[in-house]
């Protein structure tokens, strides 16, 4: 068989370089790299609509999530409200800089960068604006896509809780729901987010 | 039917980084650059073996201390109790909170230890050029890029049991020197995954079917 060396129909697996021939595939498969089984492409999730729409609820959760407290303790006749934000302003006021930054960036930082990153490309790609930004923006928004860390705040939250739950009376407040959400949609919008396709029409759209 | 796989280096294409683009490789020159997002693109990231063996060493340098020294301490009305991370797990144990302290324990002993290790023999087998159970060993860099972060839910917990504490009337929580340690070696660890270019251990494999 010989191998077809038309550069427009060739693709590497970006995980083991392996050389492979361009496949368009139906709605609803999936391809995967036949040597080391990375995902190449999920075409069901293909609309850049759907990208936006839950981005735009993520923006909308997201304050509510990190300013509202998420768990109130009741310790002595003392009701005390904790919400992200705050957790973060006590690591600077304890004089513990260093793990604030890193809480502050993983938590507070990362998810909104992301969001703001991805809500800009979607308009601009829907519209069909023209940007030199875009690439930039979309390769800033995979670079920081393994630092985000809500999930990991998720089961803090319910270890801490379960370590605090024989000194004080706790109580999950609204910010607890709101954050739920974000990490939800949070999880939807990388489920559903095509990076081949977008990347696709980012080419189209600068030239 | 029996194919020879090729990867898209040996046939002169290289593929960017970034945003998988496919490209002739120029040999003449280190990198070049890809057309459509603009970042550098090396056929392999350069010295990848040699930064992700330094970042790692320097990750397992840090755990050690990051241990053996304590975590946190806990004053309760003049009750003050001093932990290292191993001792904060046999706390937890001995309070009945057994399934607390197997996730603390797997998230910040387990993980971060049989990451260092898996990440370690990965690079050996790269330079080794050991060519056996290569599947084995890539579906293990996913899962350690996976689980890397998981690390860091303990200093997640002693951040809001701070926040916590700041109120409290008689309770106080300091944090001692192994925190940002231990956070430094997570943040290392997950370094040194990323430093590593996955295209590597694919590298001595060839022959496919």
């Keep these: ?40 492409e999920h075409p069901t999730r293909s609309s850049i609509r759907n990208d936006f729409m839950c981005v735009f609820m993520g923006l909308l959760v997201y304050f509510p999530a ?21 957790c973060v302003v006590s690591l600077f006021e304890t004089a513990n800089g260093g793990l604030a930054v890193v809480v502050m960036f993983t938590l507070l930082c990362v998810p909104l960068l992301q969001m703001v990153l991805l809500i800009f490309i979607t308009t601009r790609l829907h519209h069909k604006q023209k940007s030199c930004y ?33 000194d004080a009376e706790l109580n999950a407040e609204l910010g607890l729901y709101a954050f739920i959400l974000l990490l939800l949609i949070n999880a939807l919008q990388m489920q559903l987010l095509n990076k081949p396709l977008l990347w696709r029409s980012i080419e189209r759209h600068e030239n | 039917m029996k194919t020879k796989a090729y990867s898209a280096l040996e046939k002169g294409y290289v593929c960017c980084r970034q945003c998988h683009k496919i490209a002739v490789y120029q040999i003449d020159s280190d990198y070049q650059e890809c057309s459509r997002c603009q970042s550098k693109i090396y056929p392999r990231i350069p010295n990848s073996i040699m930064r992700s063996w330094v970042l ?7 755990y050690i201390p990051a ?31 057994l399934p607390i302290a197997i996730i603390v324990f797997v998230a910040s002993i387990l993980v971060p230890l049989l990451k260092m290790l898996a990440l370690a023999w990965i690079l050996m087998a790269i330079q080794l050029k050991w060519r ?22 303990d ?15 008689i309770a106080s929580v300091d944090l001692m020197p192994a925190a940002l340690l231990f956070e430094i070696v997570v943040i290392l660890t997950m370094l040194a995954a990323i430093m590593l270019d996955s295209r590597l251990i694919w590298q001595e494999v060839i022959d496919n079917d």
């Design chain 2, 132 to 153: 056996l159970q290569t599947h084995g060993r890539a579906k293990m860099y996913h899962m350690l890029e996976f689980i890397g972060r998981w690390s860091m839910l």
């Design chain 2, 67 to 97: 241990n053996i020294l304590p975590i946190m301490s806990v004053n309760k009305g003049g009750d003050v109790r001093i932990d290292t991370i191993m001792s904060g797990i046999i706390h937890l144990m001995h309070i009945d909170m």
């Design chain 1, 1 to 40: 068989m010989p191998l077809p060396l038309n550069i427009d129909k060739l693709m590497a697996c970006p995980d083991c370089d392996l050389l492979i021939e361009k496949v368009n595939i139906a709605d609803g498969y999936v391809s995967e790299c036949p040597r080391c089984h990375f995902i190449l």
């Design chain 1, 134 to 166: 875009l690439a930039l923006s979309f390769k800033c928004y995979n670079l920081l896509n393994t630092w985000g860390m809500l999930d990991i705040f998720m089961l803090s939250i319910i270890v801490a809780a379960i370590k605090l739950r024989d």
């Design chain 2, 56 to 62: 790692l060493l320097s990750g397992f340098l840090l």
């Design chain 1, 66 to 86: 990190i300013f509202l407290p998420f768990m109130s303790l009741t310790m002595l006749d003392e009701t005390v409200y904790l919400s992200l934000v705050s």
């Design chain 2, 155 to 169: 200093i997640f917990v002693i951040s809001i049991l701070l926040g916590i504490v700041k109120f409290h009337p």
